[in-house]
């Protein structure tokens, strides 16, 4: 079973950075694209940003130019460096990632981390 473990969310006024990461663990697995989603409460999940396991990125209108996804290979994880937060931002951040195991394919989320951009 694969597990993702969130760190970094906070408190942060308007302008500030952030970064939030993402470490997966478990069984024998292979990890393919890996997502932050962010959520406020009463609305859908939606994506922030992906990246797949060749390092190709894409990002949602509202972050782009601000925030910066990435990942590392050997250590299983993926971060979100987040500049010039803005309080629009503010929502519970999740980690997302997708992969094999040897009992077939995977969708793991992690347990999410608040991000608050004060004004």
């Known amino acids: 079973q694969v597990q993702l473990v969130e760190s970094g969310g906070g408190l942060v006024q308007a302008g500030g950075s952030l970064t939030l990461s993402c470490a997966a663990s478990?069984?024998?697995?292979?990890?393919?694209?890996m997502s932050w989603f962010r959520q406020v409460p009463g609305n859908e999940r939606d994506s922030v940003a992906v990246?797949?396991?060749?390092?190709?990125?894409n990002y949602a209108d509202s972050v782009k130019g601000r925030f910066t996804i990435s990942r590392d290979n050997t250590k299983n994880s993926v971060y979100l460096q987040m500049d010039n937060l803005k309080p629009g931002d503010t929502a519970v951040y999740y980690c997302?990632?997708?992969?094999?195991?040897?009992?077939?394919?995977?969708?793991?989320w992690g347990q999410g981390t608040q991000v608050t951009v004060s004004s």
């Open positions: 997302n990632a997708r992969g094999l195991t040897p009992r077939g394919p995977f969708t793991v």
């Open positions: 478990g069984s024998t697995f292979t990890l393919n694209s």
């Open positions: 990246i797949t396991s060749i390092g190709t990125t």
